[in-house]
């Protein structure tokens, strides 16, 4: 579950099952039967975002203690996890700008899922750019741009500005209208991909709700019998 594709296209990180409680792996895009167990521990993980260079993997940790954590994977050399937000409420879905100084995120701090910047540097730059709840943030290839889905599933944008040491961004505009679900419940699912120019979108959009048979009632049916 959960399969992000590395930058360059040629891995898969995703997260299964076949290891309770889910584990972190990873294929190689070009071949079958590859699969590698990239970390194990005793908590649930799934993938949420790469740096730029294929170098760092972001996850997030369910840890009963902490509910949801955002830990990043070093893919070369010694390979040990480390924390990037770690307190007493639910964070999910960290995601890298594309520059790798900043990392998007959702937190339930405020009583509902919001989205927040920080920088990755530990500056301790950090600030809530989403207005009235927000899931799933994504950056536009040049990271000029951070969209993310509303709790009215409508796909949100707003500009994006930085220098070394800080941010800005422009309100958020809704670009349009969705039919995603399970946003509130699964906050940490992926349920849009945005092309790297942020002109596209691929949205996983439920089809129309089938149409319930109707009820037939029947009365004095038993008069029927000798018919």
Do not use: C
Request: proline share 9%; no cysteine.
């Amino acid at each position: 579950f959960f399969p992000l594709w590395s930058p360059d296209g040629t891995r898969i990180a995703f997260g299964s099952l076949r290891e309770p409680p889910p584990q972190l792996y990873m294929l190689d895009a070009n071949s079958a039967g590859n699969e590698n167990l990239l970390l194990k521990t005793p908590f649930p993980k799934s993938p949420s975002g790469w740096s730029r260079d294929g170098k760092l993997l972001i996850f997030s940790v369910t840890d009963p203690k902490n509910s949801g954590d955002i830990w990043a994977l070093p893919l070369v050399d010694k390979r040990e996890p480390y924390p990037l937000v770690n307190t007493t409420v639910d964070e999910r879905y960290g995601t890298l700008s594309p520059d790798g100084r900043w990392l998007a995120y959702i937190s339930n701090e405020t009583g509902t899922y919001e989205v927040y910047v920080q920088a990755l540097s530990g500056s301790g730059v950090r600030r809530q750019v989403s207005t009235r709840g927000g899931f799933q943030p994504q950056w536009r290839g040049d990271g000029k741009e951070l969209f993310y889905i509303a709790p009215d599933r409508a796909l949100m944008a707003m500009a994006f500005k930085s220098s070394p040491t800080t941010f800005d961004t422009d309100p958020p505009t809704a670009l349009f209208a969705t039919r995603t679900r399970w946003i509130e419940i699964q906050a940490g699912t992926r349920n849009y991909a945005a092309a790297p120019d942020g002109q596209r979108f691929l949205v996983a959009n439920a089809t129309d709700e089938a149409h319930t048979a109707p009820i037939t009632l029947v009365l004095n049916w038993i008069a029927t019998l000798g018919k």
